[in-house]
């Protein structure tokens, strides 16, 4: 058993230290359903076997919120799942999912950053820009 040391809300998720050094960054939504206390013991494996069974299904829904204001690469959509704490594994099974759906299209994205923008920028910045973004 571990003990919580420390609970640090940052954006899109909640970074939970223990005192064994281990440092977790878990999604705000998970991190709700599965609350945990400063000075708390809790069975490491068992707490993340819990909220990581819960993540994918969390994550296509954040991503979908993402991609509903405004369309995005798939490196800007997973590099925000990211930084709101969900793992590589269950990133990678979300933008399979999108991509495949065609909610997630970098090509498309392409051509209409450069049609909204070709009129004011020239091509090395758009060039740049799209580097930028994946």
């Known amino acids: 058993m571990t003990v919580v040391t420390d609970l640090r809300k940052l954006p899109g998720c909640v970074r939970v230290s223990f005192d064994d050094g281990t440092v977790t960054d878990v999604p705000t939504p998970l991190f709700q359903l599965n609350r945990l206390r400063k000075g ?12 990581e069974k819960q993540a994918f299904s969390f994550a296509l829904e954040r991503a979908a919120a993402l991609l509903s204001v405004r369309d995005a690469t798939e490196k800007e959509t997973a590099d925000r ?54």
């Open 81 to 134: 799942l990211r930084r709101s704490g969900y793992s590589n594994e269950v990133v990678a099974r979300v933008m399979q999912m999108l991509t495949q759906a065609g909610y997630v299209d970098d090509e498309r994205f392409a051509e209409h950053f450069v049609e909204s923008r070709g009129q004011r920028y020239g091509s090395r910045r758009l060039y740049g820009e799209l580097r930028r973004k994946g």
């Open 40 to 51: 708390q013991a809790v069975d490491l494996e068992t707490w993340r076997a819990g909220w």
